[in-house]
């Protein structure tokens, strides 16, 4: 049985004040669904302040990106020992803002991938065609080259310890919603594919959607055998959305 997971991806929002007024809007939520994982990726300024204010509660923590160097002459990157410096559990990566706005690659994905498994975080590896992928219908073949990027490089054992996060480009910050079916099939396709190289890693691996969840399509998503949680950016930011999409995983 896979634990569900919530996973909130802020983006580039937050202030010092609703960091704090988030997390404890959250919390008791978190605590009270003790079947499913719940976890925050902010802005790297605040990871901090976020592992001080989830000391206490059942509320992991991840960046939404690392660098693939760890020190040196690299300005404006965080490197994953320091993220893992403050106890963070998770670094999302291949995020399609990051390969839309900073041209990465599948390359620089599955060298990220690595970086953060090798320093003790896991990698949450974003992957999801685009509209015109989907009206093409190469939807299927896009994810598996995604994958297969990773696993050349990283090795299909890697899998035993990371989550996909299967995030349609054209569902995320869109309201567009993919429908419980489409996901589910692009999900099970997934695991499949998975199972041809690891029975072990397909059955074990978390799958997520990501896409304009929202509290009202929560349920009715996580309710689907293969989506095993979400990766929610604009509900995250909202308490009640966030606690709605919490309790339509438990
Ligand atoms: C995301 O940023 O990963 C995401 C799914 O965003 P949204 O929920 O706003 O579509």
Redesign the pocket.
Known sequence: MRTPLVMG?W?LNGTKESVTTLIKGIEAAADAATNVEVAVCPPAIFIEQVANLVANNSIEFGAQDVSTNIEGAYTGETSPVMVKEFAAKYSLVG?S?RRQYHNETDAVVAAKFVAIQKHGLIPVL?IGETLEERETNVTKTVVETQLKAVIDVAGIDAFENCVI?Y?PVW????GKVATSEQAQEVHAHIRSWLAEQSKVVADKVQILY????KAASAKELFSQADIDGG??????LVIEEFVGIINGAK
């Open positions: 991806n983006k995020h803002e974003c996060a995030e569902a995320i910050g869109t990501g896409g304009s969840v990766l929610v950016g604009g509900a995250a």
